[in-house]
């Protein structure tokens, strides 16, 4: 089984560990896609704005210092 990350650090100074972050939704809605899982229409429409708004990427969402790609 092939292991994907959830997230990747973006900036140089100290973040919290990324296990703080399990509850956000941008995390779990990434664990839900590397299962394999699919995405129902609220999900994609919370998603594709978040990619959206955020100024640092353009196809992931920052939150505290890591990058979650999509």
Do not use: C, S
């Amino acid at each position: 089984m092939e292991t994907r990350t959830i997230a990747t650090k973006f900036v140089r100074q100290d973040v919290p560990e990324l296990a703080t972050l399990q509850n956000a939704k941008v995390y779990l809605l990434r664990e839900k896609l590397n299962k394999g899982d699919k995405l129902n229409r609220a999900e994609k429409n919370w998603l594709a704005e978040a990619v959206n708004r955020n100024a640092y990427f353009k196809r992931a969402v920052p939150l505290m210092g890591y990058r979650f790609g999509f």
